[in-house]
């Protein structure tokens, strides 16, 4: 009785087992196809399942590491990130023979800083505080080690930003981006100067805003001769990353990293790829020097700053100086000096073109050169007027 017992529930249970297999293997793998073919789609017992039923052939689990990621994006970007070395000549040069001197004694003192590849055919770009302006002599070092002479062609006034040339043919340039301005949030690569002869300088960080009234005159009073417009970057700054680039994770340029003092402290902010291009373009066609000035020292208008001085305007620049003296609001000798400007005149257009807080009065300045004409829209003693001024 007991093995008859003992083999009806051997039974029992192989049939449920069985079952649950066939259930578990019709469910999985045979429902999905028959509800798929045409002719048990038509089916009722088949309808429901042929709504919901979706075929997954293949999952694959894929884990990006950011850091790996990071350092493939720069791999190439690094290459075109070079040490500028800059030598300030002795005084005394001309009254020795250098020839019976050590090398470094040649030299009163040195600076070093990092600074990008431009071009192909070997312009750098730096920031000017990283190097000797004047009475110098330049060396380039590259990822690797290899060092090359340099020379300066130039510093633009109006960014600050100094190019350099070596000699060369096909050198590892970054490609620029499109734009930089509207990219706030976005995560961006920081490149610094070379740590040793096979490291550089590299780490993360976010755009967090364009600052639109930031004017590298350094205070709260820009100068219609300086850049005003940056951006700033979330990252561990430091002046190892001064002159370096900045690229997004698809490896473009999207400024360039940038220094000044203010009352004592550093102030570290990036320069955008519109405004290195344009500079970079007055470099190549050799008309930096060329660049217009007005002369003017102005504040920005906008509604905040027309609700605070109750002005009639929340656009324009407004020829401004604290002391209220129009010799330190305008320079003597300056062409606006020269067409009839005054402290307190509120600059709105330019040409045509509204001045605004996006577009301000320097940035549209920079676009003239020497000896063009610009006609200025006015607002004088509440009266709108118009004059021509030759830069």
């Known amino acids: 009785m007991k093995k008859k ?5 051997l039974i029992s249970a192989m049939v449920m087992f069985l ?12 429902t999905p196809v028959l509800v798929k073919s045409k002719l048990f789609s038509r089916m009722e017992i088949f309808s429901n399942d042929n709504k919901n039923t ?10 990006v590491r950011e850091d790996n990621s990071m350092s493939e994006i720069a791999s190439s970007a690094v290459y075109a990130v070079v040490n500028i070395l800059s030598f300030e000549k002795r005084e005394d040069a001309k009254k ?16 070093s800083g990092a600074g990008t590849i431009l071009t192909n055919d070997g312009i750098i770009v ?22 090359l002479d340099a020379t300066l062609v130039g510093i ?12 060369g043919f096909n050198l590892t340039t970054i490609p620029f981006a499109g734009s930089s301005i509207n990219n706030s949030g976005k995560k961006v690569i920081v490149i610094g100067n070379l740590s040793g002869l096979q490291r550089v300088h590299i780490t993360d960080g976010i755009i967090t805003s364009f600052d639109e009234k930031f004017n590298l005159s350094g205070g709260e009073i820009s100068s219609s001769e300086k850049l005003e417009g940056v951006l700033n970057v979330d990252f561990t700054k430091d002046d190892n990353y001064v002159g370096g680039p900045i690229i997004n994770y698809s490896g473009e340029l999207m400024a360039i990293n940038a220094k000044l003092e203010i009352d004592g402290e550093k102030k570290y902010f990036q320069i955008p790829v519109e405004v290195i291009k344009e500079s970079m373009q007055k470099i190549v066609e050799n008309k930096i020097k060329q660049s217009a000035k007005l002369g003017i020292y102005y504040i920005s208008v906008d509604p905040f700053y027309k609700s605070l001085k109750n002005l009639s305007s929340d656009k324009g620049a407004l020829i401004y100086s604290s002391t209220g003296k129009q010799g330190l609001a305008i320079l003597a000798g300056s ?25 301000p009065l320097s940035n549209f300045i920079n676009q003239y050169e020497e000896g063009n ?18 830069f």
């Open 5 to 9: 017992v003992l083999k009806i529930i």
């Open 19 to 30: 079952g649950w297999v066939g259930n578990l293997l019709l469910g999985r793998y045979l």
């Open 54 to 63: 979706t075929i997954i052939n293949k999952t694959e689990k894929v884990i």
């Open 96 to 111: 020795i023979n250098l020839s019976s001197v050590d090398e470094l004694e040649k030299y009163s003192k040195g600076m």
């Open 126 to 147: 730096t920031y000017r505080t990283n190097i000797i302006e004047e009475n110098a002599e330049y060396k380039v070092v590259s990822l690797g080690g290899n060092v």
């Open 156 to 167: 633009d006034e109006f960014t600050n930003l100094a190019y350099l040339k070596v000699a």
């Open 335 to 359: 062409p606006a000096e020269k067409h009839g400007l005054k402290i307190g005149d509120l600059i709105l257009s330019i040409d045509g073109n509204e001045i605004n807080s996006l577009h």
């Open 373 to 390: 004409s610009a006609t200025l829209g006015i607002l004088r003693d509440g009266k709108n007027m118009e004059i021509v001024v030759e």
